[in-house]
């Protein structure tokens, strides 16, 4: 399955930008300009090194295999900034270590990582993609999928919309009957927090629709203004983007009306 060029596409990053800053949704999807390359934080960087190696670790079932892969990411010449001796690196081990205890707790069967695709909804004028961490049945028979957060908290509304759309990507990869409900959970390494929701055909249909709706205002968007805030900080337009830097000093150097 494609994208199919003739459908709008959408993802949740597209959607996030769009309602986040439109002047960074412009940048990304429709000036054409590149970012100026910039080097990922040493948070991203862990977040990739944790991710990675939750991936052998559900593929493999092995723990010393997801151990390796993480160590051989975080030494890498590039990622100095969390190579061994540094915060990061011990950081980076410690969630995987979380990680672990999570995939025996889980326990479940046929576990795949990073499952992406898209769903295609003609009628709807759409096409979504998104990639899931971890999609298993349970032992009980049932559909579960997990996203892995490293973050130091977990986002409720952002949490729940990712998820959201990740469950049309489980049900359309797995072809979920309507009848089966499918157990989300984002699931916190760093604090152990959990988000756990029943989502069915029905939410899985809500979350098109929503999509859709949105797409159509992205389509007719023409004007993009900029909304400078804690976007602005992990931002890769930032060095092009005069509004990251919005300070109201300069009232106080002019004359009120
Ligand atoms: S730097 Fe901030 S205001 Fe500028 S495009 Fe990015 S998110 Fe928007």
Redesign the pocket.
Known sequence: MDGAPDLFRLSYRKIRSFL??R??YW?RYCSGIEPPPTAPSPAALVGIAVHRGMAVLTESGHEELGRRAIDAYLRMPDHTAVGPGTEGYELAHALFEAGIAAHRELGGRDARAEVGSWAPWRAGGITLWAKVDRVERTSQGGYRFIDWKTERQLRVEETDLQLDLAHVIVRTVLRIPASETVESVAWNLRTDERRVRALGRADAKAAMQYAAALAQRMRTCSEFP????P??GW?E??SL?E??STDVGAWFEEADE
């Open positions: 986040t800053c002047k960074q940048f900029p909304t400078p805030g976007a602005c931002c337009f930032r983007c509004e990251a």
